[in-house]
């Protein structure tokens, strides 16, 4: 096309109206919308349409268009957030907003669309930003239509959509996507939790491949629900060539991805004279290779900090372990490569772990398709099967925390990746065994001294504690979380062990009414300060399984001192066993002479459960409930 | 460019702070500074230095901070420098968040710029890694503010960091704040001002009420409370030893309590000699605003709110009274506009505008609700507030900038309504939570007046009637009714969880009771108490055997089981943002031929200078025990010296209301 043919064409289409939309259309109105996709929603999309092009291995280019009825402020829909860094510029942004009719109300101006830095709280500084838009429109219910496109460049072009077909509590009427490449290029895909198969054409030299779905019913989010990924539909595409830089890689399996990031850490572990002869310091006098780790693991925690600077492929590249010993700071990876680095020193081999962190695993990785998720990097030592949380100052060796247990990683070795798992929480080493003393006094105020041993998940706010040894921050735990209506803490004590994730907390605490006094009576209850174990939040609707993500184990041995003068009333009950598929209650209450002991414990096992369990599950956390609250009543001799 | 008089309403968004000392610092006086800084030179006491003797807790001091302030005539006009020299002292590995530092400045049309960035670690052995130029990154905020990022390099337990910089602005209606105090100790700090430009200005220093204070025989104030010491001096400001400023619970915002230095413009003097005041009177500032195209002109010109006001006008019937009118128009605008939670007192669009698109800031929302109530008639007019996170307002100054928050008053003849929009389930005369802090400024040019801002008392009303079995079980009704901020509380959490059971997990006592028909009343008229009622039964009676002895725990529901003070002392008042009271009344039907054994004794507590009390008091009739239980809290502020009162009283609360009955059967 010759130019001013198509400067006139461009001049033509600009003169058309602000928006090419009429302006009534009734097609947005939301009194088209089927009523199956309205209930439970908070919105309806009407059309998500995503298009993508592969420009080349290093390029490509998105056009995004979102058209939903919002029906309730919970909505999400009408939020729109666009990453981008100095690469991947954006190229627009436009929204208009339709009102319950589809009359056309007004365009989303300019100053409305935020701009933010993506730094997260913890990084000191990064290139990456964010385009947010919050469409706001008083009256429910109420349509946007939203469009962007970018360039996409860098890890940005590299990893391909993941794009979840719908969100929670949301109605989807239509779903668009295209990805076009040159043509004989190859590219992987899979749908999640959904038959869905592209239609492919190859068009001028170009393949291309188009998904469509529709009419999908809104799905309620529930609690303990598992992985997001593994509920909504979803679909995934993945490059099979990408360049990043002057690095080349494939994601065509996990063994290629692997060794492309391999070929980022390479040559990254290079250390000085100066550094070796500190490794050699630490470690030349001690055998057992678990000690040498772990020394030379308390030596980074001590000596380094975690900072993060990310720019460029900083996401993924790391800096090498010489910044690290120049600056003592880094980032989980320029960490672990650091870590990575002495070990390899003294001959011990271990491998970066890529993981995506959470408490809760919103995204399962598949071992079998070849799509990063990931947000961190951890260690793992293979002949030791140790992993090391690099970037933690406190963490004791070999502990991984709920922010990383229990999930695939995938190792970065020599031989390109390969997926591992992380341990998990057993009964064994997650959990508490606490000892209590309650010495009663006849006006119902006791003398309380407790001792307890916290283990792997329920250790990690006691560390806390045995680090920053803050009064008034552990006074405050304790007056939330005790049975105490009013308290004086009198001294109190943490300590962490220096090989596995063990806390102890000791404390001693006067109670001025422990027990409720009513005349002759004292009502005690039978633990001042009871570890915490998951609330059970009423969801009788459920319509998918659900999960106790960890086991533990939570025992109690109560010594309670009756006050002279005083004997036993009312015990609610002395023998309580509970038993189910997911876990045990105990509960013995021991008369002895002028003391009592209350025994219990309490053992659940990591599982996930049907449906129609949850109903089970919340009737035994009841049932603990009222056990654990029960009080005793004592009364005074006549 | 000191002709445009109404920039001086523009300045804002500067934390406003709390006044016990005023000084007026004009022209240049010089005075050395009495303890050099010399860059990379550290005394070796502080070298050496493991802990900081006057606290040993503390993770890290600032050692010195200092800076030199210029007020000069530029090539562009009138401009400041500073320069700026602090070292800081890491004393524990927790304290490496301190090497962390982030330096904002205004880069909107050039205003402000940093220049001259030097850092430098220096080891515990004496070594010194410097930065580089790449190691200071300019990181965009927002459309008008970025920051000068960096972190120091090599940090260890008893490393120093230093670090200077030049600070230029061309923004002098305010001079940057200097903060004598900060979350770590500070050891000596000291701000030097030299002005050479004919603008005068006024100091403004909030130093503890506790402290001993001399005059200094050359001019100027020492204030004591050992080890700290606090020199203010026209044009010279110093500390040394200040503690760290500690959070605590129940205060408004630390910066209230924080001792730091604020400059505002307060006078500009002419070629001609003649002075000008810049801060005027509240009338002047008043007659100001009201002229300004952001502020008065928004609410006086008809043309922004004709449109408006005629589609409100719809919503009106024949009989309506002033209040009911008043009311309507408030819920009008309300279901119609939302509040983007941008706090400021400047409207950045017409009305109009804001009205065309649904919402808007605080100061768009109010200032259209001003605008429409004039033109149906009412005496409207804006009140400015600085939020409670914003700091207590200075009430003896008319400084615009200490402002972030309108509203408006409405006067119907019988006392000042507050009109707030934003937040549908509040109902008129109760404010944004955040804009109870004390004071507010009327700006009405005629009567321009500091209004103390007070809202009606927050009532809880709980009232059970139970029914005891011979097996000790529990049924009856619970009627609750809640007002003002409780209110909205529980009817936000209400409409924002629409299950069946909603009632049953507010109050079933986390399964304890179980909840039928549960009814709400004014569930949707916010003007009126929010009412529910319900039937209970205990849960689990089956275990329950008939027996001689039954045990009965009275108090169903209390916000105030558990006490909320657990500190001995403490160092700022406690601060309640209204006053409240939670009443229980309670009716106990005991089963035939069960009698009272032992009951909670009554109790009787009443805190100092009338700022509230407790009230517990019980009474037999027949079969029936009756029981009420009365908190109130009727004063915001607690001063630390009444602290221990209030802590032992809502101790007592929490133990009282744990206190069973017992019953037992006549023989």
């Not at chain 2, 009205?355 to 009140?383: D, M, Y």
């Amino acid at each position: 096309m010759n130019q001013p043919v198509l400067k006139l064409l461009t001049m033509a289409l600009l003169l058309l109206p602000v928006s090419l939309k009429a302006q009534l259309d009734l097609s947005l109105s939301a009194a088209n919308i089927p009523d199956s996709l309205v209930k439970e929603a908070n919105e309806v999309v009407r059309e998500d349409r995503t298009m993508v092009s592969i420009k080349s291995e290093k390029e490509s280019y998105i056009k995004y268009r979102r058209v939903v009825t919002v029906l309730n402020k919970t909505a999400h829909g009408n939020h729109l957030i666009v990453y981008y860094d100095k690469d991947s510029k954006v190229a627009k942004i436009e929204a208009n907003i339709y009102d319950a009719m589809g009359q056309f109300v007004r365009k989303v101006e300019k100053s409305e669309i935020k701009d933010y830095s993506a730094v997260s709280d913890f990084s000191i500084y990064e290139d990456n930003r964010v385009k947010y838009l919050e469409v706001v429109y008083p009256n429910y219910p109420y349509t946007v239509e939203i469009e962007y496109e970018q360039t996409l460049k860098g890890i940005n072009h590299c990893v391909y959509p993941a794009l979840y077909l719908q969100s929670f509590h949301s109605g989807v009427q239509q779903f668009y996507f295209a990805i076009d490449m040159p043509a004989g290029q190859a590219l992987h895909w899979r749908a999640l939790n959904i038959e869905l198969q592209p239609k492919k054409q190859t068009i001028d030299g170009r393949d291309v491949y188009i998904w469509e779905a529709g009419n999908l019913k809104p799905v309620a989010r529930e609690v303990m629900s598992p992985a997001t990924s593994t509920i909504l539909p979803m679909l995934l595409t993945t490059p099979d060539k990408f360049q990043l830089n002057e690095y080349s890689g494939s994601m065509s399996s996990w063994k290629d991805y692997g060794a492309f990031v391999n070929e980022l850490f390479k040559g990254r572990d290079l250390i000085s004279a100066e550094l070796k002869s500190v490794i050699h310091q630490l470690t030349d006098n001690l055998n057992d290779p678990r000690q040498k780790i772990d020394t030379l693991y308390r030596y980074m925690q001590q000596n380094m900090r975690y900072v993060s600077v990310q720019l460029g492929i900083g996401g993924w590249q790391p800096f090498d372990a010489q910044y690290v010993w120049n600056n003592k700071y880094g980032d989980c990876k320029a960490l672990s490569n650091f870590m990575k680095a002495m070990l390899n020193e003294i001959g011990i081999k271990a491998y970066p772990a890529l993981i995506y962190g959470g408490e809760n695993v919103e995204v399962e990785i598949l071992p079998d398709f070849a799509r990063p998720f990931f947000n961190h990097v951890i260690l793992y030592i293979p002949d030791q099967q140790y992993w090391l949380e690099c970037t933690s100052k406190t963490s004791p060796p070999n502990y991984l925390s709920s922010f990383t247990a229990n999930r695939n990683v995938l190792l970065v070795t020599e031989e390109g990746g390969k997926i591992a798992r992380t341990p998990s929480f057993s009964t064994q080493n997650n959990g508490a065994s606490q000892y209590t003393r309650i010495s009663l006094e006849d006006t119902g105020a006791a003398q309380i001294s407790i001792k307890n041993t916290y283990k792997g998940s329920y250790s990690d706010l006691p560390r806390y504690f045995a680090i920053n040894n803050n009064t008034n921050d552990f006074r405050e735990w304790v007056a939330d979380y005790s049975k105490m209506p009013s308290f004086e803490l009198k001294t109190w004590a943490a300590k962490q062990s220096s090989r596995s994730s063990e806390c102890q907390i000791s404390m001693d605490a006067h109670s001025f009414r422990y027990a409720s006094k009513a005349g002759k009576r004292l009502f005690v209850p039978t633990c001042p300060l009871q570890a915490e174990h998951p609330g059970v939040p009423e969801d009788v609707k459920r319509k998918h399984p659900f999960v106790i993500r960890e086991s533990y184990a939570l025992l109690d041995t109560v010594e309670l001192a009756i006050p002279q003068g005083f004997r036993i009333e009312n015990i609610p009950s002395e023998k309580i066993d509970l038993s189910s598929s997911f876990g045990e209650f105990h509960l013995q209450v021991v008369k002895e002479e002028s003391r009592l002991l209350v025994l219990r414990s309490l053992v659940v096992n990591a599982s996930t459960l049907p449906a129609d369990q949850y109903g089970v599950y919340r009737d035994f956390f009841k049932d603990v409930a009222k056990w654990e609250n029960m009080k005793i009543v004592l009364v005074a001799i006549e | 460019m000191w002709s445009e008089k109404t920039k001086k309403t523009t300045c804002m968004n500067l934390n406003s702070f709390c006044l016990s000392i005023l000084l007026i610092a004009f022209a240049s006086q010089s005075y050395s500074q009495k303890k050099d800084i010399v860059w990379g030179e550290i005394p070796a006491d502080e070298l050496a230095m493991k802990v900081y003797p006057h606290d040993t807790t503390a993770l890290a001091v600032v050692l010195a901070d200092y800076g030199q302030l210029y007020l000069y005539r530029g090539d562009g006009g009138y401009e400041l420098h500073l320069i700026r020299h602090k070292r800081i002292k890491i004393l524990d590995e927790k304290g490496l968040g301190y090497a962390d530092v982030g330096i904002p400045f205004q880069h909107e049309n050039g205003v402000e710029r940093i220049k001259g960035m030097n850092a430098q670690t220096i080891t515990a052995s004496g070594r010194k890694i410097a930065l580089g130029e790449k190691d200071f990154h300019t990181e965009k905020i927002n459309e008008s503010y970025s920051a000068i990022r960096f972190t120091f390099p090599d940090v260890q337990a008893g490393s120093i960091l230093e670090y200077r910089y030049d600070f230029f602005s061309k923004q002098l209606y305010q001079l940057p704040d200097w903060n004598l105090q900060e979350e770590i100790p500070v050891k000596y700090s000291e701000l030097i001002l030299t002005n050479d430009l004919p603008l005068v200005y006024t100091t403004l220093c909030k130093s503890g009420e506790y402290m001993n204070s001399r005059a200094l025989p050359g001019g100027g104030t020492v204030y004591e409370n050992p080890p700290m010491r606090l020199t203010l001096q026209p044009s010279k400001y110093l500390i040394e030893n200040a503690p760290a400023l500690k959070e605590e619970p129940y205060t408004t915002t630390l910066e209230d309590y924080r001792i730091s230095i604020k400059f505002q413009l307060s006078e500009i003097i002419h070629a001609n000699g003649l002075r000008e005041n810049f801060i005027s009177t509240w009338e002047d500032a008043a007659k100001e605003l009201k002229a300004h195209p952001k502020f008065g002109i928004q609410y006086l010109r008809d043309r922004f709110s004709k449109k408006i006001v005629e589609e409100v006008k719809t919503v009106f019937t024949a009989d309506m009274s002033q209040e009911d009118k008043l009311k309507a128009v408030y819920q009008f605008l309300n279901s119609r506009l939302k509040w983007n939670e941008k706090y400021d007192f400047i409207a950045e669009r017409n009305i109009d505008d804001v009205w065309a698109t649904g919402g808007g800031s605080k100061a768009e929302l109010n200032l259209l609700c001003i605008a429409v109530l004039r033109q149906l008639g009412f005496t409207a007019h804006p009140i400015l507030v600085s939020t409670r996170g914003n700091g207590l307002m200075e009430v003896k100054f008319p400084l615009l900038s200490q402002f972030n928050y309108v509203m408006a008053g409405v006067d119907l003849g019988k006392g000042m309504f507050l009109v707030d929009l934003g937040e549908p389930l509040r109902p008129v005369g109760l404010p944004n939570r955040n804009a109870l802090n004390y004071h507010g400024w009327l700006v009405d040019p005629d009567n321009s007046v500091v209004i103390s801002i007070s809202t009606p008392v927050c009532r809880d009303i709980y009232t059970t009637a139970i029914n005891v079995s011979e097996k000790g079980a529990l049924s009856g009704s619970f009627r609750t009714s809640f007002s003002s901020y409780s209110a909205l509380a529980e009817r936000r959490d209400r409409l924002s969880d629409s299950s069946a059971d909603y009632w049953q997990k507010r109050f079933g006592n986390e399964g304890q009771l179980a909840i039928s028909n549960a009814t709400e009343e004014n569930a949707a008229d916010v003007h009126l108490p929010y009412i529910v009622k319900f039937d209970f039964e205990q849960a689990d009676k089956d275990h329950l055997q008939e027996s001689d002895v039954l045990y009965i725990n009275p108090i169903l529901y209390s916000s105030f089981f558990k006490a909320p003070f657990h500190t001995k002392t403490r160092l700022y008042p406690v601060d309640f943002p209204y006053p409240f009271e939670e009443r229980n009344v309670i009716s106990i039907k005991m089963p035939p031929n069960y009698a009272v054994e032992d009951m909670p004794e009554e109790l009787n507590i009443e805190l100092p200078a009338q700022g509230g009390g407790f009230k517990f008091t019980t009474k037999i009739v027949d079969d029936t025990i009756q029981i009420i239980g009365q908190i109130s809290i009727t004063s915001s502020r607690f001063k630390p010296d009444y602290y221990p009162s209030l802590r032992v009283m809502f101790n007592r609360i929490a133990e009282k209301y744990s206190e069973p009955i017992v019953l037992k059967k006549k023989s």
